[in-house]
C-alpha cells in the first residue's frame, strides 16, 4: 500500500503514526487499511456501515474509498484510540465516538 504521508519509507520508523490508503476490504463490507503507530502495524477496517452512517457514503464501494481518504484524519484517530484500548493488531471500526463530519448524501 501507498503511504499518505510524503515522509520516504527510510524514515517512517520516526513518525508517530501513518496511515496507508484504503482499499476495500476482501473480508467484510468495508475499507481496510494499515496503520503504523508507536513502533507497530495495525490493520484497520472501517466497516461500510460505519461509512454511510457516520460519514455519507452510499452503498457503492467507490463511495467508501472516497469517504475513507476524506475522513482519514477522524479514521486515524479512532483506530489510535482502538489500538490503545485493545493492543489487537487487527482493529475493526463499526462506529465513532465523534459526531459526523461530513452531512449525509440525500
Do not use: Y
Amino acid at each position: 500500500m501507498v503511504s499518505r504521508s510524503s515522509t520516504p519509507s527510510s524514515l517512517k520508523a520516526s513518525v508517530d503514526s501513518s496511515l496507508s490508503v484504503g482499499q476495500v476490504c476482501a473480508i467484510i463490507e468495508g475499507v481496510e487499511a494499515s496503520l503504523v503507530t508507536r513502533g507497530h502495524v495495525v490493520r484497520v477496517i472501517v466497516s461500510a456501515e460505519a461509512l454511510r452512517h457516520h460519514f455519507g457514503a452510499s452503498l457503492e464501494p467507490n463511495t467508501w474509498l472516497e469517504t475513507f481518504d476524506t475522513n482519514s484524519l477522524v479514521i486515524e484517530s479512532a483506530a489510535k484510540r482502538a489500538w490503545a484500548a485493545t493492543g489487537m493488531a487487527t482493529v475493526v471500526l463499526q462506529q465513532f465516538d465523534a459526531a459526523p463530519t461530513v452531512a449525509p448524501k440525500k
